[in-house]
């Protein structure tokens, strides 16, 4: 009887770590970004962090943004300079379009969420607004440089506002 004990405890523990082992981890990401502009006005600081799964879409994210300048057009719309407390994450999203400075000759591009690029739509916060978001917006974190086109690094952009260059860590 012991034996049968032990056999079925070894083959619980076996399974166990088989499982265990089999799990995908998430993934982590940590950023920071001074500048975000392009479109005709406004401009965003931006930091945060989070961890993802490309593949089951969770994402758990979020951090702290700031206008640094009136925001007239897009989403954020009526955030003024010195305006904003936080950021967190509504929910993953595949792909999005995108444009850094929002012309008409500036082609769109597309990202797409995988291992180095989050695709989210994000509520932003103001001081005031209590819990209840002030404004929600598309956004893109990313390891890699969003737009060759463009001189520089884009790495992030936010829907409405343009892209910027941030310090970006995905783990």
Not at 84 to 102: A, Y
């Amino acid at each position: 009887m012991k034996t049968m004990a032990a056999v079925v405890t070894i083959g619980a523990l076996l399974v166990a770590i088989s499982s265990a082992q089999g799990q995908r981890a998430n993934h982590s990401f940590a950023f920071n970004a001074a500048t975000i502009n392009g479109f005709p006005s406004g401009e965003v600081f931006l930091t945060g962090g989070g961890v993802f799964d490309p593949p089951s879409g969770f994402l758990k994210g979020g951090g702290g943004f700031r206008c640094t300048k009136d925001i007239n057009q897009g989403p954020l719309a009526g955030c003024k300079a010195g305006e904003g407390i936080r950021w967190d994450v509504s929910e993953t999203l595949p792909s999005t379009g995108f444009k850094c400075n929002g012309s008409a000759e500036e082609p769109q591009k597309t990202a797409l969420t995988d291992d180095n690029t989050i695709v989210m739509q994000a509520d932003f916060y103001r001081q005031g607004d209590g819990v209840n978001e002030s404004f929600t917006a598309k956004m893109i974190v990313s390891a890699v440089d969003l737009d060759l086109d463009q001189p520089g690094i884009q790495n992030i952009w936010i829907q409405g506002v343009g892209c910027g260059e941030a310090i970006v860590d995905f783990r």
